[in-house]
């Protein structure tokens, strides 16, 4: 089972609208996917349609011992199963202070025995224990990044972030990988930013790009993906060919090991950046 964080420190990225549409790709060749909100804001819960459910039959099961969350009912929306966001979140997180409690969601994830091929972890854009709770429980991070400074500054923060949880949490997390999304080409500005990140990070920067696209810019509550809304715009051509890569990036990451996979990640270089 694939494990995958999405995320990034800074909003307004694409992020949730990434998952979502990453995950329906998925759902519509074949693969069985789960996606977990964890953002307490419960943006993709709200945009895939999906009620404020009861606490336990939400994301708050993962940190409830005596509830397992095979137990817990799972809504299928958009060719992929979610396990929704609660506003009781921001309750629960302040009783959520110890070493041990960024654990939960791996030890849950590892006792359910669920059937799935995919699980993506949808998280907020701040580091919270709900967000190093998807990093300690993934192998795999997606870091989607608008080529403009303040996300990508936010990108190479994340990317700091997931290096700190690999060597004290988690070794078995890959480097992340890094998706462009609301990109013009038209802006001078998007292609220095886009060059930047690639000259840094190479090829765990994916090829493909999420562009500026109308029919994902409209926002909708009804469970609908653009994959059904609009199956032939440049927005849903982006999201298939952006999952097939990031499905092939993974499976090249698993064959070669964690072990064998460089991590150089360098700090934030704030006037490179400007430059």
Known sequence: MIVLTVCNHKGGTGKTTTAIHIAAA???SGHRVLVIDLDPQGFLTRVMGVPEPPEEASVL???NPSVSLREVR???VGGF???PSS???TRVMRQLHRPTDVLWAKEALEQSGLDYDVVIFDT?????VYSLNALVASQHVLVPVTPEYQPVLGAEQTAQTIQLVRKKLNPTLFPPLFLFT???ARKRAHQLYRRYLRRRYGDRVLDTVIRTSAA???SFEDGSTVFTRDPHTRGARDYANATDELMQRIRQDQKAGVEQTPWSIPAPSLQEIRS
Request: hydrophobic letters at 60%; a neutral charge.
């Open 124 to 128: 907020a854009a701040a580091i919270t």
């Open 81 to 83: 199963d979610l396990l």
């Open 26 to 28: 998925l759902g519509l």
């Open 61 to 63: 099961a993962l940190f």
């Open 216 to 218: 994902l810019a409209r």
């Open 182 to 184: 609301q990109v013009d």
């Open 87 to 89: 506003t009781a979140m």
């Open 74 to 76: 799972r809504q299928s």
